[in-house]
């Protein structure tokens, strides 16, 4: 048993009959997120989000990067951990009106904390230009193996999903799983910002489900061209990426894959 994963009692059914035995499920547990300024001082609870323990930082800055507020891990000025909960101290250039409405919201890991301001960010300048970066079509296919040798959680539970950051030549610079799909995104994001790996327009950020709207809308603020998925996007996630220049890729099996949106970033 790990902080991710957890031994529960099962009854095992089969043709053969039924019999006792353990299994590790993916952990599912509270993260309650407080920010601040110090200056003019204010705090804002932004809500309880339910995660994957692990990898806290880098869930709250790629989250908080996703909504506008900061540019860089940087802009955390100060860290206040404990059990279950985060108080995140932002620098002086932090605005936090934005967020006062939403306080004290509660939260699923099937949606995180996205979206509450996603449909106004795709119009703060974050359309990316066609063309640059090109990747190889072996590139894309290569990706779902990767990612399946490197969810070692998820190997563990098949509970997971799994977010990563690669570059244009396919090599694997962050994987991060949580149980929530979009949780992944952010703590992939985060650790990005935090290592300085993001150098955004060389990158491309994969996912092992599905995409929607939200983690478009999260490679848009992260101004990352690329989003390859495992699995299928829904329409606005086609809208939202054809509107912010995003090459958006699914189905992504067998030596095959769908692309959306702006498919001249890919080389066949």
């Known amino acids: 048993m790990t902080e991710r994963a957890a031994v529960v009692a099962v009854r095992r059914v089969d043709q053969r009959g039924a019999q006792s035995d353990q299994d590790l499920v993916a952990v599912e547990a509270p993260l309650s997120i407080v920010v601040s300024v110090q200056d003019p001082p204010e705090e804002v609870p932004l809500g309880i989000l339910m995660r994957t323990p692990g990898d806290d930082r880098?869930?709250?800055?790629?989250?908080?990067?996703?909504?506008?507020?900061?540019?860089?891990?940087?802009?955390?000025?100060?860290?206040?951990?404990?059990?279950?909960?985060?108080?995140?101290?932002?620098?002086?250039a932090a605005d936090l009106t934005a967020l006062t409405a939403h306080r004290g919201e509660l939260t699923t890991s099937a949606c995180g904390?996205?979206?509450?301001?996603?449909?106004?960010?795709?119009?703060?300048?974050r359309r990316l230009s066609p063309g640059e970066p090109v990747i190889d079509a072996t590139v894309i296919a290569s990706i779902p193996r990767v990612l399946q040798?490197?969810?070692?959680?998820?190997?563990?539970?098949?509970?997971?999903?799994?977010?990563?950051?690669?570059?244009?030549?396919?090599?694997?610079?962050?994987?991060?799983?949580?149980?929530?799909?979009?949780?992944?995104?952010?703590?992939?994001?985060?650790?990005?910002?935090?290592?300085?790996?993001?150098?955004?327009?060389?990158?491309?950020?994969a996912v092992s489900g599905r995409v929607a709207y939200e983690i478009v809308q999260k490679a848009a603020m992260a101004r990352v061209p690329l989003v390859v998925a495992v699995g299928a996007p829904s329409s606005l996630a086609v809208d939202a990426a054809r509107a912010a220049g995003i090459t958006l890729i699914g189905f992504v099996r067998d030596e095959r894959f769908n692309v959306y949106t702006h498919a001249g970033r890919i080389h066949v």
């Open 113 to 125: 904390l996205c979206g509450r301001l996603s449909m106004t960010q795709l119009d703060r300048g």
């Open 58 to 92: 880098d869930l709250v800055i790629g989250l908080l990067h996703a909504e506008g507020l900061i540019q860089c891990a940087a802009d955390v000025s100060h860290w206040d951990d404990g059990p279950d909960r985060l108080r995140v101290v932002l620098g002086a």
């Open 149 to 205: 040798s490197q969810q070692a959680v998820f190997a563990e539970t098949g509970g997971l999903h799994a977010a990563a950051l690669f570059d244009a030549a396919g090599a694997l610079l962050v994987l991060r799983e949580d149980v929530g799909r979009h949780n992944a995104v952010d703590k992939t994001i985060g650790a990005a910002l935090t290592a300085g790996v993001l150098d955004a327009h060389a990158r491309l950020l």
